[in-house]
Each structure stands twice: as C-alpha cells, then as structure tokens.
C-alpha cells in the first residue's frame, strides 16, 4: 500500500535527517528550496536524493523502496524547516 508509513515513523526519519546531515549541506539544501521554489528536488534526483535513500536506509529505515522514493523531498523538506524553522 503506498504511503503507509506511520506518520510517526516519518517523524522520526526527519529527525535522523537533522541530527546527521551536516549543517553546510543543510544550509544549502534550504537556499535551493529558498531559489527555486517547491522544484528544488529535480535536478538532485539521482545524485542528493538517491544518497539521501541510501543515507535513510543506514539509519533503519526500510521502507518500500517506491515509497521511499515518492517521499524523501517531503522529509527533507521537513528536516530543513524544522532546523531552520521556517
């Protein structure tokens, strides 16, 4: 079933997010956001969003890999306006 996951689990991988990407990236992920708007993700796609998949995956989560794949800008986006709080 898509989009399964508990939102508490989710709450939980933005916080895996925060307390291990480091602040320059997040800080950079956040001026993305800031200049291209809600498309900041596409051209990150491959590279960001796969090693943030993978990053996801070291620390537990083991999620469906489609799924995971349709809500990591979602938890990234999370991660950086909690950190930031914006």
């Not at 990236?25 to 796969?50: P, S």
């Not at 890999?65 to 349709?70: C, G, H, Q, S």
């Amino acid at each position: 079933m898509l989009y399964s996951v508990p939102s508490s689990e989710k709450t939980k991988a933005v916080q895996y997010l925060i307390d291990h990407i480091q602040d320059e990236t997040m800080r950079d992920i956040k001026n993305l956001m800031d200049q291209n708007g809600k498309d900041w993700w596409i051209e990150h796609h491959h590279g960001f969003g796969m090693g943030v998949r993978n990053f996801l995956r070291e620390g537990g989560v083991n999620w469906d890999p489609i799924e995971l794949d349709d809500i990591w800008v979602g938890l990234v986006k999370r991660a950086v306006r909690k950190k930031f709080r914006s």
